[in-house]
C-alpha cells in the first residue's frame, strides 16, 4: 500500500489531505485547478518538505513528522515526469536515457531494461536526436523512459500531458496505457482532464481546496456529487467495469457488465479482455415498460435506487444493473414524474452504442 497523509501551508494556501492505494494500479489526484494536486506530488517526492503527516510505501517510511524523519528526495526511488519534460538539452535522446539508468542506487533491483523501455515507448528511431528534434508528444515519451530507467518503486505524474494538442496527446496516451500494463510499478497521476483519468485510473483522490473531498475506486467516485460539482452535469456519469464476452460479427464489443449485456463499440478488443466504459448520464433513457422497435442497442434492465434533484429543472437517477453495477440518467424532473420513479420500481434503460466510451485493460478478466 501507499500510504499518504499530509499537512503544508504554503502562503494563503493549506493543504491537509490523505489517501490511500494499493500498489501496483494508477491512482489519479483529481480536481480543479488550484486544488494542491501538484504540490501534494512535490511533497510525496520530497521536493517539498511537509508540516507535518506520514508518508509510506510498503514497509517503507519515507516522511513521518512526529519522528523527525525524511528520507531525501534522492533516496526514496520516486520517478517524476512533470508538464515540462525537463530534458537536458545538450545530451541524445540515448544520453538522457542513460542519465536515468545511472541514478539506480547500488544494489538495487533492474527491474526494467534499456531495450524495453525503447520498445514500448517507440524511441528506437529517436535516439541520436536531441530534444529541439523533437515534439511535444516525443519529448515526454523520453521523460517517461528516463524515469523507468531509474527503476523507481513509485511513479508520479503531474500533468504530464497538458502541455500537449489534443492530437499530441492522443499520440501519447496509448505509451501510457501501455507503461501502465507492461510494469508492476504503482503510479499516481495527477489531472484536470476526466478522460485521462478514466483512461488509466483505477482509483480516484478527488481533491478541492487543499483537501481530500473522496477517495475511493473510479466507480464509486464516478457518482460521488463532489464530482459533479466539478466536472459540471454534461460530464456526469457512472464508470463501469465489465469483461469482452464475445465480439459481434458487426464490429461491436458485447460486454458483460453486472448482470447486463452491453454492445460497445470499441477497436482492438478481445474475449475476456477488462474494459472500462463511462456512461454519461445524458445519454440513459429510462423506460418504464420495455421497448421495441428501436435503434437503440442497449435496453437493460434495472431498479430505481434514488432519484435526487440536479441542476436545473433536472434529476439524476440512479439505477442498478446487478452486481453492484449502477448507472446514472439524468432526465426531466417532469418526466421522472409521469413515468412514476421511486426507489425499487422496475424499469429499462436504453442506451446508444455509439456513445459509449470504452477502455482496455490489458489484465484478463477474472
Same mark, same amino acid.
Given at each position: 500500500?501507499?500510504?499518504?497523509?499530509?499537512?503544508?501551508?504554503?502562503?494563503?494556501?493549506?493543504?491537509?489531505?490523505?489517501?490511500?492505494?494499493?500498489?501496483?494500479?494508477?491512482?489519479?489526484?483529481?480536481?480543479?485547478?488550484?486544488?494542491?494536486?501538484?504540490?501534494?506530488?512535490?511533497?510525496?517526492?520530497?521536493?517539498?518538505?511537509?508540516?507535518?503527516?506520514?508518508?509510506?510505501?510498503?514497509?517503507?517510511?519515507?516522511?513521518?513528522?512526529?519522528?523527525?524523519?525524511?528520507?531525501?528526495?534522492? /533516496?526514496?526511488?520516486?520517478?517524476?515526469?512533470?508538464?515540462?519534460?525537463?530534458?537536458?538539452?545538450?545530451?541524445?535522446?540515448?544520453?538522457?536515457?542513460?542519465?536515468?539508468?545511472?541514478?539506480?542506487?547500488?544494489?538495487?533491483?533492474?527491474?526494467?531494461?534499456?531495450?524495453?523501455?525503447?520498445?514500448?515507448?517507440?524511441?528506437?528511431?529517436?535516439?541520436?536526436?536531441?530534444? /529541439?528534434?523533437?515534439?511535444?508528444?516525443?519529448?515526454?515519451?523520453?521523460?517517461?523512459?528516463?524515469?523507468?530507467?531509474?527503476?523507481?518503486?513509485?511513479?508520479?505524474?503531474?500533468?504530464?500531458?497538458?502541455?500537449?494538442?489534443?492530437?499530441?496527446?492522443?499520440?501519447?496516451?496509448?505509451?501510457?496505457?501501455?507503461?501502465?500494463?507492461?510494469?508492476?510499478?504503482?503510479?499516481?497521476?495527477?489531472?484536470?482532464?476526466?478522460?485521462?483519468?478514466?483512461?488509466?485510473?483505477?482509483?480516484?483522490?478527488?481533491?478541492?481546496?487543499?483537501?481530500?473531498?473522496?477517495?475511493?475506486? @473510479?466507480?464509486?467516485?464516478?457518482?460521488?456529487?463532489?464530482?459533479?460539482? @466539478?466536472?459540471?452535469?454534461?460530464?456526469?456519469?457512472?464508470?463501469?467495469?465489465? /469483461?469482452?464476452?464475445?465480439?459481434?460479427?458487426?464490429?461491436?464489443?458485447?460486454?458483460?457488465?453486472?448482470?447486463?449485456?452491453?454492445?460497445?463499440?470499441?477497436?482492438?478488443?478481445?474475449?475476456?479482455?477488462?474494459?472500462?466504459?463511462?456512461?454519461?448520464?445524458?445519454?440513459?433513457?429510462?423506460?418504464?415498460?420495455?421497448?421495441?422497435?428501436?435503434?437503440?442497442?442497449?435496453?437493460?434492465?434495472?431498479?430505481?435506487?434514488?432519484?435526487?434533484?440536479?441542476?436545473?429543472?433536472?434529476?439524476?437517477?440512479?439505477?442498478?444493473?446487478?452486481?453492484?453495477?449502477?448507472?446514472?440518467?439524468? @432526465?426531466?424532473?417532469?418526466?421522472?414524474?409521469?413515468?412514476?420513479?421511486?426507489?425499487?420500481?422496475?424499469?429499462?434503460?436504453?442506451?446508444?452504442?455509439?456513445?459509449?466510451?470504452? /477502455?482496455?485493460?490489458?489484465?484478463?478478466?477474472?
Amino acid at each position: 500500500m501507499l500510504r499518504v497523509e499530509l499537512r503544508k501551508r504554503r502562503g494563503d494556501f493549506a493543504l491537509d489531505a490523505g489517501f490511500s492505494a494499493p500498489t501496483p494500479g494508477v491512482t489519479a489526484l483529481f480536481g480543479r485547478s488550484g486544488c494542491g494536486k501538484s504540490t501534494l506530488i512535490s511533497l510525496i517526492a520530497g521536493l517539498l518538505e511537509p508540516d507535518a503527516g506520514r508518508i509510506v510505501i510498503g514497509e517503507d517510511v519515507l516522511f513521518d513528522g512526529e519522528r523527525g524523519l525524511s528520507i531525501d528526495a534522492r /533516496h526514496r526511488r520516486i520517478g517524476v515526469v512533470f508538464q515540462d519534460p525537463r530534458l537536458f538539452p545538450h545530451l541524445s535522446v540515448q544520453g538522457n536515457l542513460d542519465y536515468g539508468a545511472r541514478r539506480v542506487p547500488r544494489g538495487a533491483s533492474r527491474f526494467v531494461s534499456f531495450d524495453d523501455v525503447v520498445g514500448l515507448l517507440g524511441l528506437g528511431g529517436l535516439l541520436g536526436r536531441r530534444p /529541439h528534434e523533437l515534439s511535444g508528444g516525443e519529448k515526454q515519451r523520453v521523460a517517461f523512459g528516463r524515469a523507468l530507467l531509474s527503476q523507481p518503486r513509485l511513479l508520479l505524474l503531474d500533468e504530464p500531458l497538458a502541455s500537449l494538442d489534443l492530437a499530441r496527446r492522443e499520440e501519447v496516451l496509448p505509451y501510457l496505457e501501455s507503461l501502465r500494463d507492461a510494469f508492476a510499478i504503482p503510479i499516481v497521476y495527477v489531472s484536470h482532464q476526466f478522460d485521462e483519468v478514466l483512461r488509466l485510473a483505477t482509483r480516484v483522490v478527488l481533491l478541492d481546496a487543499g483537501r481530500t473531498v473522496a477517495d475511493g475506486d @473510479i466507480a464509486a467516485v464516478s457518482r460521488d456529487p463532489q464530482l459533479r460539482a @466539478i466536472v459540471g452535469p454534461d460530464s456526469v456519469g457512472a464508470v463501469l467495469s465489465g /469483461h469482452v464476452e464475445r465480439l459481434d460479427p458487426n464490429g461491436l464489443a458485447v460486454l458483460r457488465v453486472g448482470d447486463a449485456e452491453l454492445n460497445v463499440e470499441l477497436e482492438g478488443a478481445a474475449v475476456n479482455q477488462r474494459i472500462q466504459i463511462q456512461v454519461l448520464a445524458r445519454d440513459v433513457i429510462v423506460a418504464s415498460a420495455r421497448p421495441v422497435g428501436l435503434s437503440v442497442r442497449n435496453v437493460v434492465s434495472a431498479r430505481v435506487i434514488s432519484v435526487t434533484p440536479d441542476a436545473g429543472r433536472a434529476v439524476l437517477v440512479e439505477l442498478d444493473i446487478g452486481r453492484t453495477a449502477t448507472l446514472l440518467a439524468r @432526465i426531466t424532473a417532469r418526466a421522472s414524474e409521469e413515468l412514476g420513479l421511486s426507489a425499487n420500481k422496475e424499469v429499462w434503460a436504453l442506451i446508444k452504442a455509439a456513445s459509449l466510451r470504452g /477502455h482496455v485493460f490489458s489484465v484478463p478478466a477474472r
